[in-house]
């Protein structure tokens, strides 16, 4: 008596920790806390088929040697249902062994790098279908984590063979985690320890997907080890720099603007608002923030170092760097408006110069050819004004700013720049380009510019933020960033003329498109 109920005790024991199968090896490695990359590999094998609807039961008869004689033995006959219960298993199996990639997917999307069998690696997740309950539909599947590390390291596309014998032959001391799971036939899943007679009546129901599964693992996973986020991606200083800048305010701006437009000239001309549309259209798909950003920071870190965008980028994080940056834009556009403003007053004596010209050459190509060839195929030449001698100290900060030679520099190739690109446009003002260079140097120089731009900064800062973005403007790297401005600028310019004539032939499709629906 107390020998049956030993032997059915060491049973029942038996059944349930071999079903359990829960490895936690997890404390003998620090390695092993981390989950960062990973191998995932699927085993495919015949699967033990229990509880299988038997058609009928099978009699023998036994002779137990206890004395009772011949007694009858009843066992159920599986012969009818079997094959049915093993199509069923493997249709189960093939689904979470075929569909591995989308396991691998959901690892990625948790931060793990997804190795492959060859290369190295130091961890290896098998999975392996092993049981299927028939009359239940549920199926065994088991998650096991081994440290691969060492026997990885010839991992290769040229030893293959090698590479699946090592892991065929992984075994007990190579395993860092391992549980069962039983699943439904919708690939809702439990681990055999938190699973219940009434487990899956409790979970919603929902259509049949084994990426279910796949995240109970991942999540079982977590409860032992961490599993790495992925880091966002390091930004590199220049995209720091666009990122923090008026850029993206600029082109939000510039989409309200161009949308507003759009809008009003819906109730106009038809053409001029299928033309809006279309430029809309177009903008949104080619010259959006998104799509141009990369091309700015590629223009940045060509002219720039990661350390000297460093600076810039420290400069741009104190109270007047962010305050400069953020006023930029205004001081910009009121600079440009008293620029307009100056040159109104200016524009009736380059008429005059430009007419007197005119007469000369009238009927006298002589003179017409003389003049063309000393004008082409040469640069805009403006020359620097004379320096006032007057002591620093009776100056005011924002006069201190704009003596620094970068800025009437800058102004000068800013003239330069918009006075070629004309020339460009009407090749015909080549007879008056020394004319122009002339009405510059008397007219628009710098120094008549440069009281007008005194007061746009005095406008927008106190003298105490102006003397502390001069003791910025005296670091060489501003002094090279002022003096990189203009080819940037040019840079930038081409970035966008480049991108329409790739692009041209789409935004006479998408114009013909909206005219032809108007």
């Not at 690892?107 to 009359?135: M, Q, W």
Request: charged share 30%; with cysteine.
């Amino acid at each position: 008596m107390y020998k049956k109920i030993s032997i059915n005790l060491l049973f029942i024991i038996l059944i349930f920790s071999g079903c359990s199968q829960k490895v936690n090896n997890i404390s003998k490695n620090e390695s092993y806390k981390l989950l960062d990359e990973i191998v995932v590999v699927a085993e495919q094998k015949s699967l033990d088929i229990t509880n299988a609807p038997s058609s009928g039961m099978n009699v023998n008869y036994v002779n137990w040697g206890n004395g009772t004689g011949m007694s009858p033995v009843f066992t159920p006959n599986y012969s009818i249902s079997s094959t049915l219960c093993k199509n069923e298993s493997e249709s189960y199996s093939n689904e979470i062994i075929n569909n591995m990639s989308k396991f691998k997917d959901l690892f990625t999307i948790h931060g793990v790098r997804i190795n492959s069998i060859y290369e190295p690696t130091k961890k290896l997740l098998k999975i392996s279908p092993e049981k299927y309950d028939c009359a239940n539909n549920y199926i065994y599947v088991k998650a096991t984590l081994y440290d691969v590390e060492n026997i990885s390291k010839n991992w290769n596309k040229t030893n293959v063979q090698q590479t699946i014998k090592q892991i065929e032959s992984l075994d007990d001391k190579n395993i860092i985690y391992q549980n069962m799971f039983v699943l439904d036939k919708t690939y809702s899943a439990f681990s055999v320890d938190d699973f219940k007679k009434d487990s899956f009546a409790n979970v919603e129901k929902k259509a049949t997907n084994v990426e279910k599964f796949y995240n109970v693992v991942i999540k079982d996973i977590q409860k032992v080890m961490n599993i790495s986020k992925v880091a966002e991606p390091k930004k590199s200083q220049a995209e720091i720099l666009i990122d923090n800048s008026p850029v993206k305010k600029y082109y939000d701006e510039l989409t309200q603007t161009m949308k507003t437009l759009t809008a009003v000239m819906k109730n106009g001309d038809k053409k001029n608002e299928a033309i809006y549309e279309a430029v809309n259209e177009f903008s949104d798909k080619y010259f959006s923030y998104e799509n141009i950003k990369l091309k700015l920071v590629n223009i940045i870190s060509n002219n720039f170092t990661e350390a000297e965008l460093v600076e810039l980028n420290a400069y741009y994080n104190t109270e007047i760097g962010k305050k400069y940056r953020e006023k930029l834009p205004k001081i910009i556009s009121d600079m440009q408006v008293k620029s307009i403003s100056i040159f109104e007053e200016k524009k009736d004596i380059l008429s005059k110069m430009m007419q007197e010209r005119a007469i000369k050459l009238k009927n006298n190509e002589k003179e017409m050819a003389n003049i063309l060839a000393k004008n082409m195929n040469r640069e805009f030449k403006i020359e620097p004004t004379k320096k006032n001698t007057k002591k620093e100290v009776n100056k005011s900060q924002a006069e201190i700013l704009l003596d620094k030679p970068i800025y009437e520099e800058m102004f000068l190739k800013g003239i330069k720049m918009g006075i070629e690109e004309k020339i460009k446009q009407a090749p015909q003002l080549l007879l008056f380009k020394d004319i122009m260079e002339e009405f510059v140097s008397k007219y628009m120089n710098y120094e008549e510019f440069k009281p007008a731009f005194i007061k746009v900064f005095n406008d927008n800062f106190t003298q105490d933020e102006l003397s502390q973005i001069n003791r910025f403007e005296s670091t060489k790297f501003a002094e090279k960033y002022n003096k990189q401005f203009p080819k940037i600028y040019e840079e930038i310019k081409t970035m966008y003329q480049n991108i329409l004539i790739e692009h041209k032939e789409d935004l006479k499709k998408i114009i013909e498109e909206k005219l032809k629906n108007k």
